[in-house]
């Protein structure tokens, strides 16, 4: 592994930036930015735990990538710490602060089904700033006519379990949503997700009809971590009732999983309970 000291200049960590963003991996970014020296000095540490650059201070420096793990963790995706918050021992350094940002590639969906509530998801998900594919095995169903917005990637699959796993890459920044037209159609879906990383998968459908096709990827031998990541039946509870709304609650559900968010109510509850 590098040392964090290295002197790196910015463009040799630029360069690695773009390099970890076309790979879809993850990684902190850490500024200086009040310091009674090396002001500005950066170090940037990958989800792996290698580093490029370095702050100046080595003992800094390794305290920032300790701390960089549990700022990845939180999901947050800028925050300024004061050094005393996390590095106490070097009072020296007390009052210096240190921005942290993720790096992460842009979130993208992949969603299995063009039906009704496929069509809906993958228009909220464009307004919400998620670069899409959308997959279905009836060619009609995605043609570009029904779909004009050139940052969704349309695929008229051949097979499933080849169109989903092909879409969903090395699954970083990813999240799948499966709302195929029937228990085959998600079966075969769901089973190359199972081979895959995806950060979220959902599962549309009624508790009976989500249960049997998870029992039958247990039968055959799926992953027991990856069957209880998964979120079936898919979304918040709302009282989603029209394709629109349930994709509100699907997107609502994706949103709370990648920001850290609970979904667990609303925000004014604690006014009524007090």
């Known amino acids: 592994m ?12 630029a360069d690695k930036v773009a390099r970890l963003l076309e790979a ?9 930015i009040e310091a009674p020296a090396n002001v500005g000095t950066k170090l940037l540490i990958e989800d792996s735990g290698d580093t490029t650059g370095g702050l100046g201070n080595e003992a800094l420096s390794a305290a920032v990538v300790r701390q960089a793990v549990a700022f990845l963790n939180s999901k947050q995706e800028i925050r300024v710490y004061l050094v005393k918050e996390f590095a106490p021992q ?3 350094l007390d009052n210096a602060q240190v921005l942290f940002e993720r790096i992460q590639p842009e ?4 969603i299995c089904g063009a039906g009704h509530v496929g069509a809906a998801l993958v228009n909220l998900a464009s307004v919400l700033g998620y670069s899409s594919t959308l997959i279905d095995d009836r060619a009609e169903f995605v043609a570009r006519e029904r779909f004009p917005d050139p940052r969704v990637d349309l695929v008229a699959a051949e097979n499933w379990f080849d169109a989903v796993s092909k879409a969903i890459g090395n699954g970083h920044g990813v999240s799948v949503a499966v709302v195929t037209r029937g228990h085959s159609e998600d079966e075969e ?10 950060d979220y998968v959902g599962l549309i459908g009624s508790k009976r009809r989500t249960r049997i096709v998870l029992e039958r ?8 971590n990856k069957l209880k990541r998964v979120h079936a039946p898919i979304g918040l509870d709302i009282g989603a009732v029209t394709p629109e709304e349930v994709a509100l609650a699907i997107m ?3 949103v709370a999983v990648r920001r850290g968010g609970d979904g667990g109510g609303s925000l004014s509850e604690w006014r009524r309970n007090k």
Do not use: H
Request: charged share 15%.
């Open 90 to 92: 070097l009072f020296e």
């Open 2 to 13: 590098p040392s964090p000291d290295s002197n790196a200049p910015s463009a040799l960590i």
């Open 217 to 224: 990827l247990q039968t055959s031998g799926a992953d027991e």
């Open 189 to 198: 879906c769901m089973r190359a997700l199972m081979t895959c990383n995806a």
């Open 252 to 254: 609502s559900e994706i």
């Open 24 to 32: 879809g991996a993850t990684a902190a970014l850490a500024t200086l």
């Open 107 to 110: 979130p993208r969906l992949v």
